[in-house]
C-alpha cells in the first residue's frame, strides 16, 4: 500500500516561492499518476498539477507558468515548485498517487501554504 507524506509548507510573501516535497513509499506500481491538490478554507479539493510515469505533466490554468512539477532524483519522490505566490494560492496543499483510470490509491496527510504579507 502507498504512504504519502508531504513536506516544504509554510508562510511565504506573496511573490515569493516554495517548493513541496512529497516522499512515498509501500507499492509502488508502473503507470502511478502522482499529483498536487490544494483546499481552501470552505472550498472544494482541486487539482494543481499531476505527472505521469512517463513525466508529462498537466497543471490547473490557475498555476500555468508558475508552478512546476516534477519527479525527485530520490526514489518515489515528487516535487512542486510554486513561484510568485499569490494570496489567493494561500491552502492546504495534498499530494495525491492514482492509477491511470483515475481511481486515487492513497492521500497525503496535507501541508499548510500560507501567502501573506
Known amino acids: 500500500q502507498v504512504q504519502l507524506v508531504e513536506s516544504g509548507g509554510g508562510l511565504v510573501q506573496p511573490g515569493g516561492s516554495l517548493r513541496l516535497s512529497c516522499a512515498a513509499s509501500?507499492?509502488?506500481?508502473?503507470?502511478?499518476?502522482m499529483g498536487w491538490y490544494r483546499q481552501a478554507p470552505g472550498k472544494q479539493r482541486d487539482l494543481v498539477a499531476t505527472?505521469?510515469?512517463?513525466?508529462?505533466?498537466d497543471y490547473a490554468d490557475s498555476v500555468k507558468g508558475r508552478f512546476t512539477i516534477s519527479r525527485g532524483n530520490a526514489r518515489n519522490t515528487v516535487h512542486l515548485q510554486m513561484n510568485s505566490l499569490k494570496p489567493e494560492d494561500t491552502a492546504v496543499y495534498y499530494c495525491?498517487?492514482?492509477?491511470?483510470?483515475?481511481?486515487?490509491?492513497?492521500w497525503g496527510q496535507g501541508t499548510q501554504v500560507t501567502v501573506s504579507s
Open positions: 495525491n498517487a492514482r492509477l491511470p483510470n483515475g481511481l486515487t490509491l492513497r
Open positions: 509501500g507499492s509502488i506500481f508502473s503507470g502511478i499518476v
Open positions: 505527472i505521469t510515469s512517463g513525466g508529462s505533466a
